[in-house]
């Protein structure tokens, strides 16, 4: 049987307590990174640009209406270079020569488009593109979320074995002491006092290392929220086992139907498709409407006088007949990058199946560590009780109780590290899957087998 320990929980408590931190859980953790990291902000930032251009498509099919005033002072000759000005009568020619005079004019002018091959592609390329930019906010935002589950697993971690080792010099300055009144009493010697002092000096050097670790990993977390690197935190949360069982085929399944990036790629590949077709639009026919209407007047205020009103009314089609084979190079590249687009959902369909092998290959090994590791420590417990008991009848020596103690702080910190492995695998292998790297609430959660 496993003696109990120090739960974590607990010691956070204290340190908060101490040092006026707020306890800060894994959820919350990963709240803050995903509402301030920038990659965040600049997905989201991408996703209005992408509505931009849903609306910008969208402009082809809306009427185009502008209004314009101008005014200008002209004198036109052309009356005089007539070829037959120099026929009229005399008193005739003199009335008809040029002065100068002001033009007023106002116009409203409307373009449609009544028909195009280009229009409803684009627009469907348009609404595409912002499928394509949600999932790659969905990608980022899971990619955000394991990072932060990582640092947060790290920094437990690093405080779990500054308390294994803060134990484990408990222990050496305790045997330390013991020693000592061995000595006194004449059943050991100085060489065993130096034995236990070295073995102690070694463990608050180990401890001090470790202490520095804890301070880097806490720096790391805070700066995957992008707070100041030296805030305290003081995780509410602790480094546990929970079963998780899964087959390589289910992974590789969920991983394809869920994935951003598989999605992406498929919405990419319809883009092109509409691109293509957007291409090949410009040697097709299409069909506008230009109406004009306005005032053109020499005094200003023949303003909306019916008499000055000026119109006109057109339908243009315009049919190309060669282009230089122009639209043809364009709608050979756009094929071109659709092209690429299949080998690059082939790349991906491989690398999805290697990283969903992965990650429940690496998922069974770190279940198989930690239970050798559960084993490996209430041996070394059993070990050291044995050990030590024999010692102080005389029946075991100094160096076998330092073995003992060594063997037992080793298998602890394996315990842990298992621990740590065990929960970045199944983080590992949700985000593999498309799913939130969170382990499920304890509501949702599959029964653990209660190991402490």
């Not at 080793?410 to 970045?424: F, M």
């Amino acid at each position: 049987m496993i003696r109990s320990r120090p739960i974590l929980a607990l010691i956070s408590l204290a340190v908060s307590t101490a040092a006026g931190a707020q306890p800060l859980s894994r959820a919350e953790a990963v709240a803050a990174a995903l509402s301030a990291n920038p990659d965040v902000h600049k997905s989201l930032a991408e996703m209005g640009r992408l509505e931009g251009l849903i609306t910008e498509a969208r402009a082809d099919a809306l009427p185009d209406l502008t209004l314009s005033g101008s005014w200008s002072r002209y004198r036109d000759p052309a009356l005089l270079n007539s070829s037959s000005f120099d026929a009229f009568p005399p008193e005739l020619r003199e009335s008809l020569k040029p002065i100068p005079a002001n033009l007023y004019e106002g116009i409203a002018q409307l373009r449609q488009t009544l028909f195009s091959f280009k229009l409803g592609a684009a627009i469907r390329a348009a609404r595409l593109g912002r499928s394509f930019g949600e999932e790659e906010l969905r990608r980022v935002r899971q990619i955000v979320a394991l990072s932060a589950v990582r640092a947060y697993n790290q920094h437990l971690l690093s405080l779990e074995q500054v308390r294994v080792a803060e134990s484990s010099v408990r222990q050496k300055q305790n045997h330390l002491e013991m020693a000592r009144n061995r000595r006194a009493a004449g059943v050991a010697t100085d060489l065993d006092v130096l034995r236990s002092q070295v073995d102690l000096e070694n463990a608050r050097t180990q401890l001090m290392r470790l202490k520095g670790q804890t301070d880097l990993a806490r720096g790391r977390l805070n700066a995957m929220m992008l707070r100041p690197i030296e805030t305290p935190v003081v995780p509410s949360d602790s480094l546990e086992y929970l079963a998780l069982e899964m087959s390589v085929e289910q992974a590789v399944q969920q991983a394809w139907s869920n994935r951003p990036e598989a999605k992406a790629i498929a919405l990419a590949e319809s883009i092109r498709d509409e691109l293509i077709r957007v291409a090949r639009a410009d040697a097709r026919p299409s069909l506008e409407l230009t109406g004009v209407y306005g005032y053109s007047v020499r005094q200003p205020e023949n303003f909306l006088e019916s008499d000055f009103s000026k119109w006109s009314a057109s339908v243009t089609l315009k049919v190309p007949l060669f282009d230089g084979y122009r639209t043809a190079g364009r709608v050979a590249q756009a094929r071109a990058e659709r092209d690429k687009l299949t080998q690059d959902r082939l790349a991906l369909e491989n690398q999805i199946r290697l990283d969903a092998r992965d990650a429940v290959d690496v998922l069974n090994v770190a279940r198989s560590i930690y239970e050798a590791a559960e084993l490996n420590v209430a041996q070394a417990w059993k070990a050291l009780d044995m050990t030590q008991a024999s010692y102080n009848h005389g029946a075991a020596t100094l160096l076998d109780v330092l073995d003992a103690q060594a063997a037992l702080t080793l298998a602890e910190s394996n315990r842990i590290e298992a621990l740590h492995a065990h929960a970045n695998a199944r983080a590992v292998l949700r985000f593999v899957m498309a799913q939130d790297p969170l382990d499920p609430p304890p509501a949702t959660r599959p029964e653990a087998e209660d190991r402490s």
